[in-house]
């Protein structure tokens, strides 16, 4: 059986050879769908299953970069049928809870939810300000999720794992020296990695689309290490 820190590393970044365990300090949790939204999730007439959530925090062992960890989402969609109502998809993403929710549930529920959102990821095969999910926001309501901007840019797994391992400050420099057009909506296709910056909280990190089907994501967000 895979320790916790070997079996994260497996599931983070599948096609890269792990790094020593002694390399990695991580907190190994499944996320169950969070208390305030499982009905919508699986109780009500509708309600889909919840997808898988690996959450794991790395730390890095060297001095100089460990004041800044890397917390990482892997999140795995179950296949739902093609002409399901995309509203009951858990689609939004909330940093702060590392978890998902429908437009449904958003819609039916304390407004004051809407505003930890911070990225949409399943619908259209597009990332999104939440601001740009139909739906979502009526034309009475005002805006309040967060402003997420993403740039493309080419990376190798194994310098992606150096990154969310050891060096998560590099989400942000290579975010700020991008070149490349900086979109609030954004198409992906398999194998697709972007930078990511939650302009709000000024947070950078990064999203990687392992799979499109089945839909498997990975969520990278750098924070200081206090």
């Known amino acids: 059986m895979l ?13 890269c050879t792990s790094l020593p365990e002694e390399n990695i ?20 007439p509708g309600g889909l299953p919840y997808p898988h959530i690996v959450e794991t925090t ?5 001095a100089a970069f ?26 939004l993403f909330a940093v702060d809870k590392g ?12 407004p004051a939810n809407k505003a930890k959102l911070d990225v949409s990821l399943y619908y259209d095969n597009m990332l999104k300000t939440p601001y740009y999910v139909n739906g979502l926001w009526s034309s009475t309501e005002d805006y309040t999720a967060e402003i997420t901007r993403f740039v493309k840019h ?8 150096d ?38 909280e000024d947070l950078f990190g990064g999203i990687r689309i392992v799979s499109n089907d089945p839909k498997i994501i990975e969520v990278y967000i750098a924070e200081e290490n206090n």
């Not at 080419?154 to 794992?161: G, I, K, V, Y």
């Open 163 to 200: 990154w969310v391992t050891q060096r998560p400050s590099q989400f942000e420099y290579y975010y700020t020296a991008s070149k490349g057009v900086k979109s609030e909506e954004v198409s992906y296709q398999n194998g697709d990695f972007f930078l990511m910056w939650l302009t709000d």
């Open 3 to 15: 320790k916790a820190s070997s079996y994260i590393i497996v599931m983070l970044l599948i096609e």
């Open 99 to 110: 978890s998902l929710s429908s437009i449904n549930y958003l819609n039916a529920t304390d």
């Open 25 to 44: 300090r991580s907190l190994d949790k499944t996320t169950r769908p969070p208390q305030d939204s499982a009905d919508d999730l699986t109780d009500q």
């Open 66 to 91: 460990a004041h800044t960890r890397c917390n990482a989402w892997r999140i795995e969609w179950p296949q739902y049928t093609a002409n399901l109502d995309s509203y009951w998809i858990p689609s």
């Open 58 to 62: 790395y730390i890095s062992d060297i």
């Open 154 to 161: 080419d990376l190798s797994l194994e310098d992606l794992q």
